[in-house]
Protein backbone atom coordinates (compact mmCIF):
# COMPACT_ATOMS: atom_id res chain seq x y z
CA UNK A 1 0.00 0.00 0.00
CA UNK A 2 1.65 3.45 -0.68
CA UNK A 3 -0.68 5.65 1.20
CA UNK A 4 -0.29 5.17 5.31
CA UNK A 5 -3.03 6.94 7.04
CA UNK A 6 -1.68 9.02 9.56
CA UNK A 7 -3.19 7.75 12.93
CA UNK A 8 -2.44 10.92 15.13
CA UNK A 9 0.36 11.53 17.45
CA UNK A 10 2.59 10.85 14.98
CA UNK A 11 2.24 7.09 14.09
CA UNK A 12 1.47 5.75 10.85
CA UNK A 13 -0.69 2.67 9.96
CA UNK A 14 1.88 -0.03 9.72
CA UNK A 15 5.26 1.31 11.00
CA UNK A 16 6.68 0.40 13.68
CA UNK A 17 7.77 2.23 17.08
CA UNK A 18 11.38 1.11 17.43
CA UNK A 19 13.98 1.98 19.84
CA UNK A 20 16.04 5.36 18.73
CA UNK A 21 19.56 3.39 18.66
CA UNK A 22 20.57 -0.64 19.31
CA UNK A 23 20.79 -1.46 22.08
CA UNK A 24 17.14 -0.09 23.79
CA UNK A 25 19.32 0.89 27.09
CA UNK A 26 21.27 3.63 24.91
CA UNK A 27 17.84 5.59 23.80
CA UNK A 28 15.43 5.04 26.69
CA UNK A 29 13.91 8.40 25.70
CA UNK A 30 13.88 8.32 22.16
CA UNK A 31 11.90 6.30 19.69
CA UNK A 32 12.07 6.04 15.70
CA UNK A 33 9.96 5.11 12.64
CA UNK A 34 11.13 4.36 9.69
CA UNK A 35 8.70 5.93 6.83
CA UNK A 36 10.75 4.99 3.60
CA UNK A 37 13.29 2.69 3.73
CA UNK A 38 14.65 2.83 0.06
CA UNK A 39 11.27 1.54 -1.90
CA UNK A 40 11.47 0.84 -5.54
CA UNK A 41 15.12 0.88 -5.60
CA UNK A 42 15.74 4.46 -4.02
CA UNK A 43 18.85 5.17 -2.28
CA UNK A 44 17.10 7.30 0.19
CA UNK A 45 15.72 6.31 3.73
CA UNK A 46 13.00 8.67 5.82
CA UNK A 47 12.67 7.99 9.55
CA UNK A 48 10.74 9.63 12.40
CA UNK A 49 12.42 10.41 15.64
CA UNK A 50 10.75 11.36 19.16
CA UNK A 51 13.28 12.66 21.81
CA UNK A 52 11.18 13.06 25.66
CA UNK A 53 11.58 16.43 26.94
CA UNK A 54 14.70 16.44 28.53
CA UNK A 55 16.29 13.95 26.02
CA UNK A 56 18.88 14.20 23.40
CA UNK A 57 20.20 12.23 20.04
CA UNK A 58 23.55 11.05 20.04
CA UNK A 59 26.71 13.25 19.64
CA UNK A 60 28.52 12.01 16.36
CA UNK A 61 29.54 12.79 13.12
CA UNK A 62 29.77 10.64 9.68
CA UNK A 63 30.41 11.23 6.09
CA UNK A 64 26.66 10.54 4.97
CA UNK A 65 24.44 13.99 5.20
CA UNK A 66 20.94 14.69 6.88
CA UNK A 67 18.05 16.47 5.85
CA UNK A 68 16.25 17.02 9.08
CA UNK A 69 12.73 18.73 9.36
CA UNK A 70 11.06 19.43 12.75
CA UNK A 71 7.68 18.29 12.91
CA UNK A 72 6.63 19.13 16.49
CA UNK A 73 8.08 20.29 19.86
CA UNK A 74 10.80 22.78 20.58
CA UNK A 75 14.62 22.37 21.21
CA UNK A 76 17.96 23.16 20.46
CA UNK A 77 20.57 21.41 17.53
CA UNK A 78 23.82 22.03 17.53
CA UNK A 79 25.75 21.82 13.74
CA UNK A 80 28.53 23.34 11.73
CA UNK A 81 29.80 24.22 15.28
CA UNK A 82 26.69 26.76 16.82
CA UNK A 83 23.50 26.07 18.64
CA UNK A 84 20.48 26.95 16.82
CA UNK A 85 16.45 27.16 18.66
CA UNK A 86 14.22 24.74 16.41
CA UNK A 87 10.75 24.62 16.25
CA UNK A 88 7.99 23.18 13.80
CA UNK A 89 8.98 22.99 10.39
CA UNK A 90 12.57 24.07 10.73
CA UNK A 91 14.95 22.87 8.43
CA UNK A 92 18.30 21.62 8.91
CA UNK A 93 20.60 20.46 6.93
CA UNK A 94 23.93 18.43 8.21
CA UNK A 95 27.27 18.40 6.20
CA UNK A 96 29.39 15.72 5.92
CA UNK A 97 31.59 15.13 9.13
CA UNK A 98 29.79 17.29 11.15
CA UNK A 99 29.01 17.23 15.00
CA UNK A 100 25.60 17.36 15.33
CA UNK A 101 23.23 16.87 18.21
CA UNK A 102 19.39 17.38 19.01
CA UNK A 103 18.28 18.35 22.44
CA UNK A 104 14.56 18.45 23.36
CA UNK A 105 13.10 21.48 25.47
CA UNK A 106 13.15 20.12 28.81
CA UNK A 107 8.99 20.73 28.41
CA UNK A 108 8.47 19.18 25.47
CA UNK A 109 8.61 16.16 23.05
CA UNK A 110 10.83 16.90 20.26
CA UNK A 111 9.76 14.91 16.86
CA UNK A 112 11.49 15.63 13.36
CA UNK A 113 12.25 13.92 10.08
CA UNK A 114 15.95 13.08 9.32
CA UNK A 115 16.79 11.75 5.31
CA UNK A 116 19.72 9.79 5.33
CA UNK A 117 21.06 7.36 2.56
CA UNK A 118 20.40 3.85 2.75
CA UNK A 119 23.99 2.73 2.26
CA UNK A 120 25.99 4.88 4.89
CA UNK A 121 28.74 5.21 7.59
CA UNK A 122 28.91 4.37 10.54
CA UNK A 123 28.64 7.31 12.70
CA UNK A 124 31.60 8.19 15.24
CA UNK A 125 31.51 9.60 18.82
CA UNK A 126 34.11 12.25 19.47
CA UNK A 127 37.17 10.94 21.51
CA UNK A 128 38.46 12.66 24.85
CA UNK A 129 40.28 14.93 22.58
CA UNK A 130 37.35 15.81 19.91
CA UNK A 131 35.22 16.53 23.23
CA UNK A 132 38.28 19.09 24.67
CA UNK A 133 37.62 20.93 21.34
CA UNK A 134 34.20 20.80 21.05
CA UNK A 135 33.44 21.99 25.36
CA UNK A 136 36.05 24.73 24.66
CA UNK A 137 33.31 26.90 22.88
CA UNK A 138 31.52 27.64 26.63
CA UNK A 139 28.29 27.69 24.66
CA UNK A 140 28.57 23.96 23.25
CA UNK A 141 29.82 23.28 26.93
CA UNK A 142 26.23 24.26 28.01
CA UNK A 143 24.51 22.92 25.23
CA UNK A 144 26.03 19.52 26.02
CA UNK A 145 25.34 19.86 29.41
CA UNK A 146 21.72 19.90 29.08
CA UNK A 147 21.77 23.67 30.13
MN1 LIG B 1 23.65 11.70 12.62
Not at 21 to 49: H, I, N, W
Not at 83 to 111: F, K, N, Y
Amino acid sequence: MSKRRHLGEFRWEGVALQPYKEPPEMSRRATRQVLFDGEYGSAAQLRYFEIEAGGHTTLERHEHPHAVIVLRGRGHVLVDGTIEPVAPLDLVSVPPMTWHQLRAAEDATLGFLCMVDMERDRPQRPDEDELRDLRADPVIARFLDGH
